[in-house]
């Protein structure tokens, strides 16, 4: 039986690679390529003399300002963010589901939380899948309910057909305003579902709009988002160490 070929590494500067100058780089990069039915690894620097003036210090302040904005979150919400934890684990204990909504990268957190509760937060701490869906993953219903009733319902419908009283939906929502979102609250918040809403600065309509309000003190997008994902983590950790998962139907 033929052996694979091994890799075979080689470190330069670029001299042995027309398409790579090496004048100018700082960084490192991984250049790839197959040669002889052989991957050839050369390790060159990386220009970053093709950023702007003062990219470091952008992003020494970014990191800053999202740590900042991490302890006055610590400081503002940290019971909205226990008792949140408190009710997703009631939920769970007793037989309900987590729905989870969201546009954009909201959408992509949705997916990244329900992630986490379905599969495993951490290798150290295995336990059963828990019951987390995200409203933001299946085109072909999104499409459609878009389509037939308008965008503004996309995930009221899906709320309608999946969500039982007992269920909990969380909506994540960078401004507070998101019109899917608000109306997928109402819906639940009338049919028995409660709700919690992940939001910023001022936090839009969702203060009023949801059972437990966690408002990010910040009106920095991105910071609001890192914070949403840090937010999820947390969450999760509380609910899975919370569980009696030996009594749970």
Same mark, same amino acid.
């Given at each position: ?40 690894? #050369? ?8 950023? @702007? ?18 302890? =006055? ?13 408190? @009710? ?6 007793? /037989? ?28 150290? !701490? ?8 995200? @409203? ?12 037939? !009733? /308008? ?16 269920? #909990?939906?969380?909506? #994540? ?11 997928? !609250? ?11 809403? @992940?939001?910023?600065?001022? /936090?839009?309509? !969702? ?18 988002? =890192? ?23």
């Amino acid at each position: 039986m033929r052996k694979a070929a091994r890799p075979v590494v080689w470190e330069g500067d670029g001299a042995q690679s027309p398409s790579l100058d090496p004048i100018n780089y700082s960084a490192t990069v991984d250049y790839i390529a197959r040669a002889a039915g052989r991957i050839v690894r #050369v390790t060159t620097p990386c220009k970053t003399s093709v950023l @702007l003036a003062g990219a470091a210090e952008r992003l020494r302040a970014h990191v800053r300002g999202s740590i900042e904005t991490k302890q =006055e979150l610590l400081a503002a919400a940290e019971q909205s963010i226990l008792d949140a934890a408190a @009710l997703l684990t009631a939920c769970l204990q007793s /037989g309900g589901k987590i729905l989870l909504c969201g546009n954009g990268g909201s959408a992509a957190d949705c997916q990244h939380i329900a992630a986490e509760f379905v599969s495993v937060l951490n290798q150290s !701490f295995l336990r059963p899948g828990l019951s987390a869906i995200a @409203l933001t993953t299946d085109t072909s219903i999104l499409t459609a309910s878009a389509n037939d !009733f /308008g965008y503004g319902g996309i995930f009221e419908r899906q709320v309608q057909a999946l969500g039982r009283p007992g269920d #909990v939906l969380i909506g #994540v929502s960078t401004s507070g305003n998101s019109e899917n979102v608000l109306r997928a !609250f109402a819906y639940a918040r009338g049919h028995g579902i409660q709700t919690i809403g @992940l939001t910023g600065k001022p /936090g839009g309509k !969702f203060p009023g709009a949801c059972d437990i309000c966690i408002q990010v003190p910040a009106e920095n997008t991105q910071f609001i988002q =890192e914070s949403h994902i840090m937010i999820g983590h947390i969450v999760c950790d509380l609910v899975e160490k919370s569980l009696d998962f030996a009594a749970m139907r």
